[in-house]
T-cell receptor, first 110, second 113 residues
C-alpha cells in the first residue's frame, strides 16, 4: 500500500520567515495529495490540495509543489504568522484511501 | 450543513473490555473513513466504508472492526481492549471515495486503563 513519509517532525521559524515541509510517497498510482492543518485540540482541516496533473498550486501565503517523477511534494508557507502554529499532515491517496504522513509540528516564534 | 459528529467524545475503559464508537457523516456523504491518532504516529488509517461496504482496511488486528448503515452512519468496534489502544479515534466523511476533501469529526478520546 501507499507509504507517505514526512519531514521534518518539528520546525520552528521566526514570524515572517518561510516554512517548508516535505513529503515523499511510494505508490506511483497516487494522484491526489492534500495537506491538513491540525491546531491543538481541534480536528484536522484541509488547507490545500494538489492533483497529479498539476505541478504547483498557490493559495495566498500557502503553496504546494509536486514532483511526480521523484514522488515528492512540499508545502510552502510564506510570511509565517503565530496563527500558523499547528501540526501539518500531508497525505497521498494510494489504493483510493488517504494515507497520512506522521505530521510536522510547526512553531512560529513571534 | 451540519458537520461530522462523533459520539462519545471521551471514553475510559479497562483492558479486556470492548468499545463501540459512532460517527455521523455530513448529509449526502457516503464515504466514511476511520483513523487512529497517537502522538508521534500521526493519523493511521483503520478502514473505509462506502455505501455500507468496507472498501479498504489498514494494518490493524482483527480486534478492530466496523460497519456502515444505510443512512451512512458508521460504527467502529474494538474488542479485547489493550493499553496501546488508547488514542484519539477520528472519522472523516467525503463525497467521493479516494480523493476530494475529507471532513473530520471532533474525534473520540479513548483511554484504556
Amino acid at each position: 500500500g501507499e507509504n507517505v513519509e514526512q519531514h521534518p517532525s518539528t520546525l520552528s521559524v521566526q514570524e515572517g520567515d518561510s516554512a517548508v515541509i516535505k513529503c515523499t510517497y511510494s505508490d506511483s498510482a497516487s494522484n491526489y495529495f492534500p495537506w491538513y492543518k491540525q491546531e491543538l485540540g481541534k480536528r484536522p482541516q484541509l488547507i490545500i490540495d494538489i492533483r497529479s496533473n498539476v505541478g504547483e498550486k498557490k493559495d495566498q501565503r500557502i503553496a504546494v509543489t509536486l514532483n511526480k517523477t521523484a514522488k515528492h511534494f512540499s508545502l510552502h508557507i510564506t510570511e509565517t504568522q503565530p496563527e500558523d502554529s499547528a501540526v501539518y499532515f500531508c497525505a497521498g491517496n494510494g489504493a483510493n484511501n488517504l494515507f497520512f504522513g506522521t505530521g510536522t509540528r510547526l512553531t512560529v516564534i513571534p | 450543513k451540519a458537520g461530522v459528529t462523533q459520539t462519545p467524545r471521551y471514553l475510559i475503559k479497562t483492558r479486556g473490555q470492548q468499545v463501540t464508537l459512532s460517527c455521523s457523516p455530513i448529509s449526502g456523504h457516503r464515504s466514511v473513513s476511520w483513523y487512529q491518532q497517537t502522538p508521534g504516529q500521526g493519523l493511521q488509517f483503520l478502514f473505509e466504508y462506502f455505501s455500507e461496504t468496507q472498501r479498504n482496511k489498514g494494518n490493524f488486528p482483527g480486534r478492530f472492526s466496523g460497519r456502515q448503515f444505510s443512512n451512512s452512519r458508521s460504527e467502529m468496534n474494538v474488542s479485547t481492549l489493550e493499553l496501546g489502544d488508547s488514542a484519539l479515534y477520528l472519522c472523516a466523511s467525503s463525497l467521493v471515495k479516494g480523493e476530494g476533501e475529507q471532513y473530520f469529526g471532533p474525534g473520540t478520546r479513548l483511554t484504556v486503563t
